[in-house]
Structures are given as C-alpha cells and as structure tokens.
C-alpha cells in the first residue's frame, strides 16, 4: 500500500479561500510600503552559502538550510575529513547554496552587487518567502514569507520614525488596534555591556537578553553564567529587569545607568528625539513602548530595533521586527552605507486576523462569476463564443466541461459558490437569447447578450 503523502513539518499548503486571506494582507501592506516612497525588487530564493553564512549570529547560521551540490558531492571529501565526523568543516566543500534565511542579507547583497545603478538613499520593499531549519509551532513556520522595506544610503532618524509610522498605518487599516511597537538601541546595549565590564562578549550577552520573553530571567543569567559572564557582571543588570515606567522615566533612569558610557547615551539621545517626533505626529492603532531588554539577536544590528507584539488577548509572539544596521553592505565590501528596515510576519498577522474575526466579509469571493451549464456540443460551442466575450469584459466565466446531469452541474457551482448559472438551450439558440439564473434569489430571467454584459460585467 502506498504510503499517504505528506508536507515536511513546518510547511503547509494554501486553499483558495486561505490565499485569498493573505492576498487581502499583503495587498494592505505593499499599498502602504508604496504610499511611503518604497519601490519593488525580488531576489532568488537562494543565496551562495558564503553570502548567508556568519550574518545571523551562531544560532541564526544553525538555522540556515543547506542546499547539496548537484552530482557526486562527497568526491571533494578527504577521507580524512570525511572521518572527522564534523559537518561544520564539511559544509563547505559539499554545498555551495544555501536557502535564503531572511530578506535583508540579499538586499544588502544586491545593492553592494547593483551599486551603479542605484540612487542612494535607495528606499525598497520585497515580499518573499524564506526558509530557517527552525522548531515548528504555533505561529512558527520552516517556510514564511516576510514583508519587507528597507532604506539605505542615509543615516537620518527620520527614517525610523517613518517606520513606525508605516507599523501604525498597516495595522490601522487592517483594524489591529493594541498593537504595540517595542524599541531599543544597540548602542544602549553596548553601554551596559561596557558598564557592567563585558563588552567582549556582547553578542553572547544580547542573545542571551533577547530570550528574555521567551525563558524568564532565571534562565537568562544561567545562559550569561554558561558563556562565561561573571556572576558580578549578571549582579549588575538586576536594575534593568526591573525597569518600568513611561519612555521619559525609562530614559532617565538609564541616563544614570550608562552615565560612564559615551556610546550607551548617544543611544538614549536617538531614542529620545524618535519618541519625541512620534509624540506630536500621534499614532492610531499602535503605541510605541520602550524595551530596554530588546536585543533582537541578530549580529548586524547597530542602532535603533524594532520588535512588535500583538494585542494582550492574542498570545501569537512578535508580529513585526527590524532595526537600524550601520555597515552591512560593508561585508561584501560597500563600506559606510547605513541601512534600516522593518519587517511584517505575514503568518501570525494572518494567524492574529482569523483569532480576531478581523477579515472583511468581502475578503473571499467566488473565483467564478458565472457558469454556463453544458446541455451538449452545439450549445456548448454556443456556451464558449458568449464565454470568450465576458472574459474579455472582465467576467470570470466557464463552462462545465462535461454535459452531465443538471443536479450534478448545479452541486459543483454551489460548492464553488458561483453567484449566476447561464442556461443555453436549443430554444435560447434559436432566439438568441440566455436564462440567467441568480444562485442566491433563485430568480431566474431571460436577457439578450447586452443585458447580460450590462449585469455581469464589472463596474470600474
């Protein structure tokens, strides 16, 4: 017996109405990444490994999926290094590709690889699926789309606040009110790094922080502990996970915090003229918080990050996330150009909608705007020159292929939900005329093919 098919964990497959669900968000967002300046790119789906690799942190690389060589790609292998057993030296000499992991490592690529043709500050979005050899759960896929914009060539902080801007609008017009956008500066991670006596292990110290939400404090200092920061240093941030209050408060307890550190209050200076800007421009459906925990693990971020959470009464994780990177097209050698973006989770802002009831009633609508039912060759010849004429017009028409029993016809476009049936019979030939058939009145009139176009031809 032949076993049942299956999707690999962590991937799903679509229905129609699914789509259409999704269609209805990316639609929101990409009117609002073009209403902000943004302009489209694409790029593969997959990346030369050593583009991707070395750019997320060691746990992000963990993560990345390989792509094999094609043909015999053990016959580079040493027998020496093939009986190491350590897949970490072999990597490199069996594959060459890797999927990509995020969409801002390629952007990056592509402008250091398009940099000619480009004008700076280049303002893009990209809507695309990546793939991370992740855990599956709720809200977590293998396979995602992301939903990204991204400005480069300009340090300004207007552009952040751009950004939140951006975060309030979508989910304004998607009716997600109780969003909360979440910010930090990596330069304020920095500062407690230096003054606590660890700056070189601040990236163990933010990969650690960042998990804060996800295993408690507790759980956090042991993994401080584990990468080898003192447990006088870990005494030192009990301050910090105490931290509370309104953004002013915040700002000025850590002002006393990181009064030693230069850069710990240049991070302060930037988050405080961002909160500023916001305060007189006023958001609708989002409110901006102060996260001093916020680390967001990912190595190239430099300055202001991003990270938001659903309403309280959706337990879904972040729905959103981004931040500021000073020079990351200097990896492939485009140094100086600093960069920052923002990103959409599209499956948990779906996930959020559904949990919600927040999808239009319209959202999903029949993929057929008419059937014509098949009585036999000659009417359906007949049936296919008034089909080629309403496609033409912008009607979504088809015939059923077969001249099976009316019953049998009609149950296919109930199932389909089609909202008018079209009966052409020997005696609609001959007077050239259609019986139109409302599925849901159950009404049914005879019109010649003018008043037919006039009633199922789209307004514009």
Same mark, same amino acid.
């Given at each position: 017996?032949?076993?049942?098919?299956?999707?690999?964990?962590?991937?799903?497959?679509f229905?129609?109405?699914?789509?259409?669900?999704?269609?209805?968000?990316?639609?929101?967002?990409?009117?609002?990444?073009k209403?902000f300046?943004?302009?489209?790119?694409?790029?593969?789906?997959?990346?030369?490994?050593?583009?991707?690799?070395?750019?997320?942190?060691?746990?992000g690389?963990?993560?990345?999926?390989?792509?094999?060589?094609s043909?015999d790609?053990?016959?580079?292998?040493?027998?020496?290094?093939?009986?190491?057993?350590?897949?970490?030296?072999?990597?490199?000499?069996?594959?060459?590709?890797?999927?990509?992991?995020?969409?801002?490592?390629?952007?990056?690529?592509y402008?250091?690889?398009?940099?000619?043709?480009?004008?700076?500050?280049?303002?893009?979005?990209?809507?695309?699926?990546?793939w991370?050899?992740?855990?599956?759960?709720?809200?977590?896929?293998?396979?995602?789309?992301?939903?990204?914009?991204?400005?480069?060539g300009?340090?300004?902080?207007?552009?952040?606040?751009?950004f939140?801007q951006?975060?309030?609008a979508?989910?304004?017009?998607?009716?997600?009110?109780?969003?909360?956008?979440?910010?930090?500066n990596?330069?304020?991670?920095s500062g407690?790094?230096?003054?606590?006596?660890?700056?070189?292990?601040?990236?163990?110290?933010?990969?650690?922080?960042?998990?804060?939400?996800?295993?408690?404090?507790?759980?956090?200092?042991q !993994?401080?502990?584990n990468?080898?920061? +003192?447990? @006088?240093?870990?005494?030192?941030? &009990?301050? #910090? $996970?105490?931290?509370? =209050?309104?953004?002013?408060?915040?700002?000025?307890?850590?002002?006393?915090?990181?009064?030693?550190?230069?850069?710990g209050?240049?991070?302060?200076?930037?988050l405080?003229?961002?909160?500023?800007?916001?305060?007189?421009?006023?958001?609708?459906?989002?409110?901006?918080?102060?996260?001093?925990?916020?680390?967001?693990?990912?190595?190239?971020?430099?300055?202001?990050?991003?990270?938001?959470?659903?309403?309280?009464?959706?337990?879904?994780?972040?729905?959103?996330?981004?931040?500021?990177?000073?020079?990351?097209?200097?990896?492939?050698?485009?140094?100086?150009?600093?960069?920052v973006g923002?990103?959409?989770?599209?499956?948990?802002?779906?996930?959020?909608? !559904?949990?919600l009831?927040?999808?239009? +009633?319209? @959202?999903?609508?029949?993929?057929? &705007?008419? #059937? $014509?039912?098949?009585? =036999?060759?000659?009417?359906?010849?007949?049936?296919l020159?008034?089909?080629?004429?309403?496609?033409?017009?912008?009607?979504?028409?088809e015939?059923?292929?077969?001249?099976?029993?009316?019953?049998?016809?009609?149950?296919?476009?109930?199932?389909?939900?089609?909202?008018?049936?079209?009966?052409?019979?020997?005696?609609?030939?001959?007077?050239?005329v259609?019986t139109?058939?409302?599925m849901?009145?159950?009404?049914?009139?005879?019109?010649?093919?003018?008043?037919?176009?006039?009633?199922?031809?789209?307004?514009?």
């Amino acid at each position: 017996m032949a076993q049942k098919p299956s999707t690999p964990k962590g991937t799903r497959d679509f229905s129609a109405k699914q789509i259409a669900k999704r269609n209805y968000i990316f639609n929101t967002i990409k009117l609002h990444f073009k209403r902000f300046g943004f302009e489209p790119i694409e790029t593969p789906s997959f990346e030369n490994y050593n583009t991707l690799i070395g750019k997320y942190g060691e746990e992000g690389d963990r993560l990345i999926f390989k792509i094999l060589n094609s043909g015999d790609y053990l016959s580079k292998v040493d027998d020496a290094l093939y009986n190491e057993k350590k897949s970490n030296k072999i990597t490199s000499k069996i594959s060459e590709k890797a999927l990509r992991y995020d969409l801002t490592v390629p952007f990056a690529r592509y402008v250091v690889q398009h940099q000619n043709d480009i004008d700076f500050p280049f303002k893009r979005y990209q809507i695309q699926p990546v793939w991370r050899a992740d855990r599956p759960q709720k809200g977590r896929f293998r396979e995602f789309y992301q939903c990204d914009a991204d400005v480069v060539g300009s340090n300004s902080l207007w552009q952040e606040v751009e950004f939140i801007q951006l975060y309030d609008a979508v989910f304004s017009d998607l009716n997600l009110n109780g969003v909360t956008i979440n910010i930090n500066n990596r330069k304020i991670l920095s500062g407690i790094a230096e003054v606590i006596g660890v700056q070189d292990k601040l990236i163990d110290f933010t990969v650690a922080l960042d998990k804060l939400d996800k295993i408690g404090e507790e759980k956090v200092k042991q !993994e401080m502990l584990n990468k080898g920061i +003192s447990q @006088t240093a870990i005494s030192k941030l &009990d301050p #910090l $996970f105490t931290l509370s =209050g309104s953004f002013d408060a915040q700002t000025n307890a850590l002002k006393t915090i990181l009064a030693t550190s230069k850069e710990g209050l240049k991070g302060i200076e930037e988050l405080e003229f961002i909160n500023d800007a916001i305060s007189v421009l006023q958001l609708e459906a989002t409110s901006l918080q102060l996260n001093i925990t916020l680390a967001r693990g990912l190595n190239y971020y430099t300055g202001t990050i991003f990270e938001v959470s659903a309403p309280k009464e959706v337990n879904i994780g972040a729905i959103g996330g981004g931040g500021r990177y000073d020079d990351l097209t200097g990896i492939f050698g485009l140094k100086g150009l600093s960069g920052v973006g923002i990103s959409f989770g599209l499956d948990r802002i779906y996930l959020m909608l !559904e949990a919600l009831n927040l999808f239009p +009633s319209n @959202t999903v609508t029949a993929a057929t &705007d008419v #059937l $014509f039912i098949n009585f =036999g060759a000659t009417e359906a010849l007949h049936a296919l020159k008034t089909i080629k004429l309403l496609r033409a017009n912008g009607v979504n028409a088809e015939l059923y292929p077969e001249a099976a029993k009316m019953k049998k016809q009609m149950t296919y476009a109930n199932k389909k939900q089609v909202p008018y049936l079209v009966l052409i019979g020997e005696q609609e030939i001959a007077t050239k005329v259609f019986t139109l058939k409302n599925m849901q009145s159950g009404e049914q009139s005879t019109v010649t093919i003018e008043a037919l176009l006039t009633q199922l031809t789209p307004s514009q």
